[in-house]
T-cell receptor, first 112, second 109 residues
Framework: DAEITQSPRHKITETGRQVTLACHQT?????MFWYRQDLGHGLRLIHY???????NKGEVSDGYSVSRSNTEDLPLTLESAASSQTSVYFC???????????FGPGTRLTVT | KNEVEQSPQNLTAQEGEFITINCSYS?????LHWLQQHPGGGIVSLFM???GKKKHGRLIATINIQEKHSSLHITASHPRDSAVYIC???????????FGTGTRLQVFP
């Protein structure tokens, strides 16, 4: 069965370190999204991609980057982790811009 | 003011009760989504609708475009319905989603 996975599921890192969160989908979807979820906020869009070599900034993109070298993967990199980036991160994909999005299980990141 | 507001923020119910969760939005949209997030954290899509009403099992979602309001109803609620229910809108002329902060539902036996 097709699926979307994230790794690691839990990560603790120190301030200033570079961290990469992986997202892999086997739906063959063109569209992929990264969100963060924090108490008191709805899910907020960090970056998104509509296809290979396409990346776009979302509403909270500062301090994050993504690259899309193939259809299946959209890794999210925190260039220099900050405590404000402690959050739960969700990756999602969709086959069409107006279709529903399928979400990964989430990665809980703690920056100490 | 948030562009997507949900009410109530928290809801408790006894098994068997009829549940209503509300979502109001202040922007032009092309579609509205209802999502469910279980205590383990996973998020699944329940409905995507742009008009009228949709039903899936004990879940019913309605939308009134003129009033910019949607409701999610759960009939004959069960403890396994305990979750956070999230409303999200897709803005007109774009494909991005804006999410509400969610409604936490607890159903007790």
């Amino acid at each position: 069965d097709a699926e979307i996975t994230q790794s690691p599921r839990h990560k603790i890192t120190e301030t200033g370190r570079q961290v990469t969160l992986a997202c892999h989908q086997t739906w063959n979807h063109n569209n992929m999204f990264w969100y963060r979820q924090d108490l008191g906020h709805g899910l907020r869009l960090i970056h998104y991609s509509y296809g290979v070599h396409d990346t776009n900034k979302g509403e909270v993109s500062d301090g994050y980057s993504v690259s899309r070298s193939n259809t299946e993967d959209l890794p999210l990199t925190l260039e220099s982790a900050a405590s404000s980036q402690t959050s739960v991160y969700f990756c999602a994909s969709s086959g069409n811009r107006v279709y529903e999005q399928y979400f990964g299980p989430g990665t809980r990141l703690t920056v100490t | 003011k948030n562009e997507v507001e949900q009410s109530p923020q928290n809801l408790t119910a006894q098994e068997g009760e009829f549940i209503t969760i509300n979502c109001s939005y202040s922007v032009g949209i092309s579609a509205l989504h209802w999502l469910q997030q279980h205590p383990g954290g996973g998020i699944v899509s329940l409905f995507m609708l742009s008009s009228g009403k949709k039903k899936h099992g004990r879940l019913i979602a309605t939308i009134n475009i003129q009033e910019k309001h949607s409701s999610l109803h759960i009939t004959a609620s069960h403890p396994r319905d305990s979750a956070v229910y999230i409303c999200a809108v897709r803005l007109s002329n774009t494909d991005k989603l804006i999410f509400g902060t969610g409604t936490r539902l607890q159903v007790f036996p």
